[in-house]
């Protein structure tokens, strides 16, 4: 293994424009990929997905900068069947061609203009990726041998060769940019017909250069969703129209298909003009986990790492496919990437508990204080076994409800220390049910991270097919590990995990506020619910434990329509995942959808990552958490205080400082409370 600091900056790169437009080296098809069906597709193909789901690593690695990598030994002769055009859009230029004194057919024609330069230029860098590649029919010496002379037919003057083209393709994109900068003095200059330019360009290539003979472009437009309407529709247009050779394809956020019009009368209609593909689905329902495994060794590979347990050629191999999705491979390289981030069961959950002095004291107060509460003068040994410690854990909750006599409670536990049926273990499973809730509970005083939070299946689970969340954990855990240890001692503590797990969290829940215009926004909101989600954690009952999901009730008034589009917004930067009630019959509507909070944040928040439970919220509630006032939210959040019978002062510090503040500047309030704690 090399130094320890190359072990921690390779998993901090963890978005695809840290490696290039050519991410050959760092790309792991996925397990989903042949249902893509790209390289061969003749119709446009629309990627949606989240930040962070592999959106653009795959595009780059469909562009023609990867497919001719150098580093790739060896090119298939049909590899020119599929040359792809990598395309993110400058949003704020995009954003500058419109009104500004111009109507709004100059900027069509401008912005047609803007992407014929774009692609053409693009285009002409394709020829130098494949000519200076491994591919064997077409060299350097062939781009000279190109002569696009007709292209002067479009009524401007362009030189003949590839790369005087190139050159002055160039110059007119400067011209553009400055003419679009001061719009109103300089004069218009000629403008190009978008795909038709590109197309002609094509189609000399086509004639004149034998190997291109069948060749097909693919445009992979990026970020779709930050043109304005205008530029949308004429996109939409040309995927409408696509064909051989030049085919557009886009990739966008969730909820971000906002127009499917074109120029013309006719829109887009699904399935008829394009296929659809949502990457974060597709990664969940693909094994994550091996996956992630793969991810997690190839980047493991780069640092001379011993113990590889895949063959990293066949991670960028399309055809070793079905190898890497047999059961005895995905076994493997799972349990591998325990070895080095180890899962904690319930039982070590629970034996660190009672491992641990000040945990083990809480425990044993909050048996006493339950059985004062329900005024029971039984022995506290009744309920406290080293031997028993899972059920031992869960005594205080089940000593807080009602229905549960201590007597009863009492015998119960004796049958499980006779090896007896007993409703700790058996149908009943007190255990199973309640275990996690309670741990979560006796660990929320402290500020030491519960280790419930660690563990590579655990990161996979909190990353919830988001690759950048997962590499962002193991980045965090490896960090501190070899901060804390100053060598990177393997396996990685699982108490340094989990506090790695919550400092990511932390991390992330910072970026909300840069997430588009409603940022701000949605900031506030994921505060005011996650704290409403710790209120519920902190029951001492824990009769609904692990609530991180809620629904919403329907009240005479139903949600307001900005209300709606907010809830849109939170799923389209996966800030919430929309999942239907199965028990209601109309799943489209908001009010029979379970909204999930993206479980990156739970470790924050000290709250369940698992969708257990479910709050259920009325209209009314759900418009506070979204544009209440924060003497609003105040009473709101002392209702549910109430609600669920939670003191004070067994609550975090960081959920109250909520109610005390005079600002709704909830990140920099957290976080303040949150280093306190530390």
């Known amino acids: 293994m090399k130094i320890e600091q190359t072990i921690q900056e390779i998993f901090s790169k963890n978005r695809a424009e840290e490696f290039g437009y050519d991410v050959w080296q760092h790309f792991v098809v996925p397990r989903f990929y042949d249902r893509l069906d790209l390289t061969k597709a003749r119709k446009p193909r629309i990627i949606i997905g989240g930040r962070g789901c592999g959106k653009t690593m795959l595009l780059r690695y469909l562009s023609h900068q990867t497919t001719f990598s150098k580093h790739c030994k060896l090119i298939p002769k049909d590899a020119v069947s599929h040359i792809g055009l990598y395309w993110r859009a400058d949003t704020q230029f995009c954003n500058a061609m419109i009104k500004r004194g111009k109507e709004d057919d100059t900027w069509q024609s401008a912005f047609n203009h803007f992407a014929a330069l774009i692609l053409s230029m693009e285009v002409l860098n394709s020829l130098k990726s494949i000519a200076e590649s491994n591919f064997q029919l077409f060299n350097e010496n062939n781009i000279d041998d190109i002569n696009f002379s007709r292209l002067s037919s479009f009524g401007i003057s362009l030189p003949t060769s590839a790369r ?66 205008y530029q949308q529709r004429i996109i939409n247009t040309w995927l409408k129209h696509s ?29 008829h003009d394009f296929r659809q593909h949502d990457l974060e689905n597709y990664l969940i329902d693909d094994n994550f986990q091996a996956f992630a495994a793969e991810i997690f060794f190839l980047n493991l590979s780069f640092v001379d790492f011993e113990e590889i347990p895949v063959d990293i050629n066949e991670l960028r191999d399309p055809e070793s496919l079905p190898k890497r999705k047999k059961s005895s491979y995905i076994s493997k390289i799972i ?53 028993h410690q899972e059920a031992t854990i869960i005594i205080p909750a089940l000593l807080y409800r ?11 536990f004796d049958k499980l220390r006779n090896g007896r049926n007993n409703k700790f273990t058996g149908s009943t499973n007190w255990i199973r049910n309640n275990f996690v809730g309670c741990l979560l509970h006796l660990y929320a005083p402290f500020s030491r991270a519960c280790p419930f939070y660690s563990g590579f299946k655990t990161y996979c689970s909190l990353s919830r097919g988001n690759l950048r969340h997962f590499l962002e954990l193991c980045h965090k855990s490896i960090y501190r590990a070899v901060t804390q240890t100053q060598e990177p001692q393997l396996p990685v ?11 990511a969290s932390a991390s992330f829940l910072g970026e909300i506020k840069s997430f588009g215009r409603y940022g701000n926004q949605l900031n506030t909101f994921v505060m005011r619910l996650g704290s409403l989600f710790e209120i519920a954690h902190r029951r001492y009952t824990q009769s609904e434990s692990e609530q991180s999901h809620f629904s919403i009730i329907s009240e005479d008034e139903e949600l307001k329509i900005e209300d709606i589009k907010f809830l849109g917004e939170a799923t389209k930067w996966s800030v919430l995942f929309e999942q ?35 709050l259920e919220l009325s209209t009314s509630d759900v418009r506070i958490l979204i544009t209440g006032s924060l003497e609003q939210y105040q009473t709101l959040a002392k209702r549910f205080v109430k609600l669920f019978s939670v003191e004070t002062n067994a609550v975090q510090a960081s959920l109250f400082s909520l109610l005390n503040t005079k600002k709704d500047n909830h990140v920099e309030d957290f976080n303040e409370n949150k280093n306190a704690g530390e």
């Open 335 to 387: 349990a591998a990437a325990q070895g080095i981030l180890p899962d904690v069961s319930q039982k070590e959950l629970a034996i660190t508990v009672f491992e641990n002095l000040s945990l083990s004291k809480k425990l044993r107060e909050r048996i006493h204080l339950a059985l004062k509460h329900r005024d029971s003068d039984i022995d506290i040994e009744k309920f406290y076994s080293e031997e």
């Open 243 to 271: 064909e051989s050779p030049l085919i557009f394809n886009l990739a966008m956020k969730r909820n971000s298909f906002d127009t499917k019009q074109t120029v013309g009368p006719e829109s887009l209609s699904d399935i």
């Open 580 to 614: 239907a009630d199965t028990k209601k019959k109309d799943e489209y509507q908001p009010e029979n959808i379970d909204y999930v909070l993206n479980p990156i944040y739970s470790p924050y928040f000290h709250i369940s990552y698992r969708k257990k439970r479910k």
């Open 402 to 412: 009602k229905r549960n006599t201590p007597e009863m409670i009492a015998e119960e």
């Open 493 to 503: 503590d699982t108490f340094i995990q989990a506090e790695a797990a919550r400092q």
């Open 164 to 229: 005087k083209l190139y050159e002055e393709l160039e110059s007119l994109l400067w011209e553009f940019e400055g003419w679009v900068n001061d719009v109103r003095k300089r004069d218009e200059p000629i403008f190009l017909p978008g795909d038709k330019f590109v197309s002609a360009m094509i189609n000399i290539l086509r004639n004149q250069v034998p190997a291109f003979k069948t060749a097909r472009f693919y445009v992979y437009l990026d970020e779709y969703e930050n043109l304005c309407e």
